[in-house]
């Protein structure tokens, strides 16, 4: 049981530049989140999934496509990459019903040249 | 949309005193309050959380208290010791179904020194 799992740990993209980000969980956790982390602004909301089949903008939306692939899957995409996306990027999933809490990933360090 | 401050940025104890972080919150639908803990380089982890309907938790060393009329919630640490040096994460949101879209404070780093 790895709970919840993120590929790549590192990367380093040019501007311009696309890439996804993956996200898996393995708990049946219907809700998923994508979050960026930046130093001294703890972690603001780019996207989340409350159930499979559906997406919803969070607070910093912009330049960031998501896909929710399935129950277990959820990706995070930037199309073209700016420096301003540089960052620490957690993935995180939660259980319906009254447990609230959001367990996260490991976490993808992304840097943009 | 909800906002959250939190203070102070930075927090420096002795081992054995106790720490309080403070958290204010905009939104008055907000209904649950957790708190998260993120060692350097690791993932948060929840250490403790609240819902509206109560004004206190207590889990071990670990409390958090809430003012639903001032719109402010407090995490306090007692008996510190050096494994709670961390940055702590107050969060608020509105419980909605399934899912909840949590709003962070900007951290507080904690350092417990022996």
């Known amino acids: 049981n790895a709970g919840v799992t993120q590929t790549p740990k590192f990367q380093v993209l040019k501007t311009g530049q696309s890439m996804t980000l993956q996200c898996a969980q393995d708990?049946?956790?219907?809700?998923m989140y994508w979050y960026r982390q930046d130093p001294g602004m703890g972690l603001r909301l780019i996207y989340y999934?409350?159930?499979?089949?559906?997406?919803d903008k969070g607070e910093v939306p912009n330049g960031y496509n998501v896909s929710r692939l399935n129950k277990r899957e959820f990706s995070l995409r930037l199309e073209s990459a700016a420096p301003s996306q540089t960052s620490v990027y957690f993935c995180?999933?939660?259980?319906?019903?009254?447990?609230?809490?959001?367990?996260f990933g490991p976490g993808t360090r992304l840097t943009v040249l | 949309g909800e906002n959250v401050e939190q203070h102070p940025s930075t927090l420096s104890v002795q081992e054995g005193d106790s720490a309080v972080i403070k958290c204010t919150y905009s939104?008055?639908?907000?209904?649950?309050f957790p708190w998260y803990k993120q060692e350097l380089g690791k993932r948060p982890q929840l250490i403790i959380d609240?819902?509206?309907?109560?004004g206190e938790k207590k889990d071990q060393r670990i409390a958090v208290t809430l003012n639903k009329t001032a719109k402010h919630f407090s995490l306090h640490i007692t008996e510190t010791q050096p494994e709670d040096s961390a940055v702590y994460f107050c969060?608020?949101?509105?419980?909605?179904?399934?899912?909840?879209?949590?709003?962070f404070g900007a951290g507080t780093r904690l350092a417990v020194h022996p």
């Open positions: 995180a999933a939660r259980p319906a019903g009254v447990v609230n809490e959001q367990f």
């Open positions: 708990m049946n956790h219907n809700s």
């Open positions: 999934s409350a159930s499979e089949g559906t997406t």
């Open positions: 939104d008055s639908a907000s209904n649950y």
């Open positions: 609240i819902r509206s309907n109560v």
């Open positions: 969060a608020a949101s509105e419980f909605s179904g399934g899912y909840n879209k949590l709003i």
